[in-house]
């Protein structure tokens, strides 16, 4: 939490497994527009409708690009106008840890970047590092999805 607390990517790196898929979904709007022409008088009039719809998917990036998103976190929006609030941690909470076997475990967070609290479900594995010489395992994070909700707007 500390890393992604002070917005370091490159720590971050260091709970990542390198091959770790980073998933989040996001609404998305598409807009079409109807045109309907009325034949019915020579002025052929044209009438235009427009329709949303609102869908859910699903987003894959890679970790580097997870971890270039957590540095840049305060420059970007939403985010900009709450850099004040940075390493503020009022929403982080660790929900919950399962553990599936001695070596996978699913974790759940909760952790506070104004204007968005995210749900984090982690799931980790007990597995050699591979940039390491010696045979001891560590936990890595191999998995995160997340969705978040508003955070902090009042205030």
Not at 41 to 47: E, R
Not at 122 to 142: G, S
Not at 144 to 153: Q, T
Request: proline share 3%.
């Amino acid at each position: 939490v500390a890393a992604n607390r002070a917005c370091d990517g490159v720590a971050m790196s260091n709970y990542f497994h390198k091959d770790c898929r980073l998933t989040f979904s996001m609404t998305t709007t598409t807009t079409t527009t109807t045109t309907t022409t009325n034949d019915e008088d020579d002025n052929n009039d044209k009438s235009e409708e427009e329709h949303k719809k609102q869908q859910q998917n699903i987003v894959l990036i890679s970790a580097l690009d997870f971890y270039q998103r957590v540095t840049d976190r305060y420059k970007t929006m939403p985010f900009q106008a709450y850099a004040d609030k940075k390493g503020k941690g009022s929403g982080d909470t660790l929900c919950s840890i399962d553990f599936a076997s001695p070596g996978i475990a699913m974790c759940v967070l909760r952790i506070g970047h104004p204007p968005l609290l995210y749900t984090d479900i982690l799931t980790c594995a007990k597995l050699k590092d591979d940039n390491d010489n010696n045979d001891e395992e560590r936990w890595w994070i191999v998995h995160k999805s997340s969705c978040n909700e508003p955070f902090l707007v009042d205030e």
